[in-house]
Nanobody, 117 residues
Framework: QVQLVESGGGLVQPGGSLRLSCVAS????????IGWFRQAPGKEREGVIC????????NLADSVKGRFAVSRDNDQNTVYLQMNNLNVADTAVYYC??????????WGQGTQVTVAS
């Protein structure tokens, strides 16, 4: 059974950092591109960042350039999202998915990130 499970969300102050994890089961992460997405209350889900099977990364949102980074540990079948210098606008539920577009077939359940002082 294919499953993605995100973790690592929480409450952080502006300027703080968080690292999210996306653990896969039922398939090998290294075989697919993995996208991180987020959805804030009342807004559409947006792409954040993508990592390809080759390890190449692509920012999907200009607002995260220079602050967010994605990496993968194939041995752990896990993809990480490192988020630095967080601000209130980053508050959202964060999802990983088995593609870098919103048409991805498999999605995790999401993890809440709240940035507040």
């Amino acid at each position: 059974q294919v499953q993605l499970v995100e973790s690592g969300g929480g409450l952080v102050q502006p300027g703080g950092s968080l690292r999210l994890s996306c653990v896969a089961s039922g398939f090998f992460l290294r075989q697919v591109d993995i996208g991180w997405f987020r959805q804030a209350p009342g807004k559409e889900r947006e792409g954040v960042i993508c990592i390809s099977t080759s390890g190449a990364t692509t920012n999907l949102a200009d607002s995260v350039k220079g602050r967010f980074a994605v990496s993968r540990d194939n041995d752990q079948n896990t993809v990480y999202l490192q988020m630095n210098n967080l601000n209130v606008a980053d508050t959202a539920v964060y999802y990983c998915a088995t593609d870098c577009t919103r048409h991805a077939y498999y999605w995790g359940q999401g993890t809440q990130v709240t940035v507040a002082s």
